[in-house]
């Protein structure tokens, strides 16, 4: 333990966390990195033994009072040697006293419960093959919305205000947003984006199902339909009716945590989590 060191990684780096987060099975975006970096740089954490890349951890500070915590992942054949610990320690060091969010993988639900995080709801990823059909009508790109509208809309869905993600989140090369606006005002939007299998859809937020299907559908047919993500939340049973319409299946689960209260968000309203890794 004495050998490894712990420090923030530089902007470059933390594409090892997401190719870490790869080899998982976590299927992380091909941009993924780019637009983490927007967040909190001091957030992402690396731990080295010997100079060599042993650990990493994120817990990004989105506000005063939240963070969010992903890419807890120690190289395998140095596991079970405390540097995980240690690097957990120094991230939720950084949060200070703001409540934390993570979604965790069944195989660590138990210690994150021994670390004081408790289960709000679980997160299902479904996925399958889609085929591109024909986008309702409607659906416009998303940067034609105000990104002022979009992020006041976002604040409704997560437990803090996160405008500089949202901005390379939506304005990265590759990413396609659509959006829905009925008398004038935003409906439904959403983001598509391609990962190392196929593309994940997250977020779609929407007021309704009807809504939501706008959107996705225009998504799908923006990339020309092939293997699809989605990640729902398991309470809102119109996202899992929706998915399930796409022939999308269940592939994989999360149980969204948290260390205190977070301020409520419209769950109704998320058809689509936007990222396991940042919330």
Known sequence: MNDLSIRTMRPDEISIAVKWAAAEGWNPGLADDACFAAVDPEGFLIGELNGTP????SCVNYSA???FLGFYIVRPDLRRRGFGLALWQAAIAHAGARTIGLDGVVAQQDNYRKSGFT?????IRHGGRVAAGGARSGAVPLADIPL???AADDATVFPARRLDFLRAWIGTAGHVGRAL????ALTAWGVIRPCRQGFKVGPLIANDRAAAETVLDALIAAVGG???FLDVPE???DAVALARSRGLAPVFETARMYTGPVRDVALPRIFGVTTFELG
């Open 226 to 228: 092939g293997e699809v």
């Open 65 to 67: 009072s939240f963070a």
């Open 181 to 184: 606006v009925r008398d004038g």
């Open 148 to 150: 002022s509208i979009i």
């Open 119 to 123: 289960l709000a709801y679980r997160n």
């Open 54 to 57: 042993a650990a990493t951890i």
């Open 235 to 237: 309470p809102n049973r």
